[in-house]
């Protein structure tokens, strides 16, 4: 039963640093023109884009704080998980 908890800790844990890592490429992709428009850039915007929605609030003028707020809350959600872990069986 601890193998089949500490494999969905792991899991867990991964699936959120792979999120983690889209946001920030989904973010960085406005660097470059046109670049959303691409089969990659879609593909990121439909995964990122209705989690990144939910910090549309952190706007100043047209400089959007929401990839970062979103990452810090995934951040949270992680430690979480692991302290969870930690407190279950020593994760």
Known sequence: MIGIISFILWLLNKVIDLYILAILAFALMSWFPGAYNTP???FLGKIVYPFENLFS????????????IAVLVLSVAQNFINYLGNMLIGY
Do not use: K, L
């Not at 609030?57 to 970062?68: D, E, L, R, W």
């Open 57 to 68: 609030f952190a706007t100043v003028g047209s400089v959007s704080f929401s990839p970062i």
């Open 40 to 42: 990659i850039g879609r």
